[in-house]
Every structure is written in structure tokens, then in C-alpha cells.
């Protein structure tokens, strides 16, 4: 886990950590904050492990903490955050000596994160995504634009 927390503590990474609490400072809904990356690690460990799907814990953390590092960028220009999140994570990927193939996978996870079709490593990474959500005690729940086949109202992990 030594490159995983290298990038815990990367300038650049921090600098979009708090560029994302900035533009959620203040949004009622889903923050996209380290605590929500952790969560979807933990979530995604667990069924890693439940299901023996045998992917790398390193991996796995190290994709969740930057599925969404792009997000500041959604809200300042419209970049699918995705995207944006890729973008950021090849430079810091390359910088920690991941090799070209954990950064393709990583690459997957990231991308896919959103897609409800995903396959493989991404389909991981949607469901701890949606798991990790707790609508079931969200008040802003009547306005989030999410349709209530993404919203979570079961705790299972
Ligand atoms: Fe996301």
C-alpha cells in the first residue's frame, strides 16, 4: 500500500482534494470527498473478497481515492468528471511507478465508475459507488437527480 499513500500525500492530489470541497462547500447533496473515496475502498475490498473476485487491494484503493478527484473540474467547465479524473490520475499514476498494466485497470475502474453496464473491474468500482451512498438518511432526497435505481436505501457493507 506504500504507492497508494504516496498519492494520499501528493501535493497535486491535495490540491484537487480541496479544490473539490471548495466547489461542494456548499452542496446539499453527495459530497466527493476523501471520506466518500474511502468508503467506496472499504465497500469494494469487502465484495473483492465476498465474491473472490481477486483483484489487487492496492489497486482497488488506489482507483477509489481517484474516481472522482476530477469532480471541481464538472463544475467549473461541464467535463464529464470521469474524464476529468483520468486525466489527473495518469500523471499522478505514472509518478508512483504503477506499471502499464495496474494503470489500465485503474484506467477502467475510473471511466467505467458511472456506468451502470460496466464490466469487470469498473462494474466493482459502480457498485461500491452506489453502496457507499447513504440515501436513506439523505434530506435533500426529493431533489437529487439521481433516479431511485442508483439511490441506496439497503446497508449491506
Ligand atoms: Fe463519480
Same mark, same amino acid.
Given at each position: 500500500?506504500?504507492?497508494?499513500?504516496?498519492?494520499?500525500?501528493?501535493?497535486?492530489?491535495?490540491?484537487?482534494?480541496?479544490?473539490? !470541497?471548495?466547489?461542494?462547500?456548499?452542496? $446539499?447533496?453527495?459530497?466527493?470527498n476523501? $471520506?466518500?473515496?474511502?468508503?467506496?475502498?472499504?465497500?469494494?475490498?469487502?465484495?473483492?473478497?465476498?465474491?473472490?473476485?481477486?483483484?489487487?487491494?492496492?489497486?482497488?484503493? +488506489? +482507483?477509489? =481515492?481517484?474516481?472522482?478527484?476530477? !469532480? @471541481?473540474?464538472?463544475?467549473?467547465?461541464? +467535463?464529464?468528471?470521469?474524464?476529468? @479524473?483520468w486525466?489527473?490520475?495518469?500523471?499522478?499514476?505514472?509518478?508512483?511507478?504503477?506499471?502499464?498494466?495496474? =494503470?489500465?485497470?485503474?484506467?477502467?475502474?475510473?471511466?467505467?465508475h458511472?456506468?451502470?453496464? @460496466?464490466?469487470?473491474?469498473?462494474?466493482?468500482?459502480?457498485?461500491?459507488?452506489?453502496?457507499?451512498?447513504?440515501?436513506?438518511?439523505?434530506?435533500?432526497?426529493?431533489?437529487?437527480n439521481?433516479?431511485?435505481? $442508483?439511490?441506496?436505501?439497503?446497508?449491506?457493507?
Amino acid at each position: 500500500m506504500d504507492r497508494f499513500n504516496c498519492i494520499l500525500n501528493d501535493t497535486e492530489y491535495i490540491y484537487y482534494i480541496k479544490r473539490n !470541497k471548495k466547489f461542494e462547500k456548499d452542496r $446539499k447533496f453527495c459530497k466527493h470527498n476523501l $471520506k466518500h473515496f474511502l468508503d467506496v475502498a472499504r465497500i469494494a475490498q469487502l465484495i473483492n473478497l465476498e465474491e473472490s473476485l481477486g483483484f489487487n487491494k492496492e489497486i482497488i484503493y +488506489t +482507483t477509489a =481515492i481517484l474516481h472522482d478527484i476530477g !469532480k @471541481s473540474l464538472q463544475y467549473e467547465n461541464g +467535463t464529464p468528471h470521469e474524464i476529468a @479524473s483520468w486525466e489527473i490520475s495518469k500523471e499522478i499514476l505514472h509518478n508512483y511507478r504503477y506499471n502499464e498494466e495496474e =494503470i489500465e485497470i485503474i484506467k477502467q475502474g475510473i471511466l467505467g465508475h458511472r456506468d451502470k453496464k @460496466s464490466e469487470n473491474f469498473a462494474q466493482l468500482m459502480y457498485r461500491a459507488d452506489k453502496l457507499s451512498r447513504l440515501c436513506i438518511s439523505c434530506k435533500s432526497i426529493d431533489e437529487c437527480n439521481w433516479g431511485d435505481e $442508483k439511490k441506496n436505501f439497503k446497508i449491506y457493507y
